[in-house]
């Protein structure tokens, strides 16, 4: 009998490995790049979806307040449950703006595997 293999997922951003193949990545990471795909995609940016994603960097340079904090968190929370919410269940979320740059906190129970994660994603308007 032979052992299973371990699941592979194709690596994010896609690039060719040193073998000339399509890169792969674990599943952990795949998820990673799964989740960092829904945050920093501005809807109308996908052709044939044009709802996905949640536009994190359009409020880069927004006035910060407690408010848009709180719509925020409420809005990336929403996109991730209905993206990826079979694979994560989202635990934790903070969101901030600061300068040019949005950073996500994010902790997330892996579905598949019911391992915890604790993430930050940044991304820059420039």
């Known amino acids: 009998m032979s052992k299973p293999r371990a699941r592979v997922d194709i690596a994010f951003p896609f690039r060719v490995d040193r073998r000339g193949r399509t890169a792969h990545a674990g599943h952990e990471e795949h998820v990673r790049d799964l989740i960092e795909q829904v945050l920093f995609t501005n809807p109308g940016e996908r052709v044939m979806r044009p709802d996905f994603g949640c536009g994190l960097l359009d409020i880069v340079f927004t006035p910060n307040s407690p408010e848009l904090a709180a719509t925020l968190e409420l809005s990336v929370h929403a996109a991730l449950q209905r993206w990826l919410g079979e694979l994560v269940e989202?635990?934790?979320?903070?969101?901030?703006?600061?300068?040019?740059?949005?950073?996500?906190?994010?902790?997330?129970?892996?579905?598949?595997?019911g391992n915890r994660r604790d993430e930050i994603f940044e991304g820059s308007a420039l």
Do not use: K
Request: aromatic share 4%; charged share 30%.
């Open 90 to 113: 989202v635990e934790s979320l903070d969101v901030t703006a600061d300068d040019n740059a949005v950073r996500v906190r994010l902790q997330y129970l892996l579905r598949a595997t």
